[in-house]
């Protein structure tokens, strides 16, 4: 396992993408052991109507900061966080304990 240096966190709080209805993806492959988002407090999707999920798992396990969460017209969502399929046999493992904001509109 890489450990993380200082210069792989990301200062980026925010996310918002819209107007994007043809996104598949937010990230093409996962970025384990690239970058951490461990300062991300708010993500927002509107009318990203072929979206199938918001976060790789690698991602979702530094979002312990992520505060709002709104998903608008993002009809094709499946599931908020995609583990790979067949990786490992150990359950996954995430928490958004600062979640106070959930919303979704499909």
Request: net charge neutral.
């Amino acid at each position: 396992m890489k450990k993380r240096s200082k210069e792989d966190a990301t200062n980026l709080k925010e996310i918002t993408l819209s107007e994007m209805p043809k996104l598949k993806n937010i990230w093409s492959v996962d970025p384990q052991g690239i970058l951490s988002f461990h300062n991300l407090e708010n993500v927002s999707l509107v009318n990203c109507g072929s979206i199938e999920y918001m976060f790789p798992l690698s991602v979702a396990s530094c979002c312990s900061h992520l505060e709002i969460l709104s998903l608008t017209l993002c009809g094709s969502m499946k599931e908020i966080v995609s583990e790979k399929k067949g990786s490992a046999c150990v359950p996954p493992i995430f928490e958004f304990n600062q979640l106070n904001t959930l919303f979704g509109v499909f």
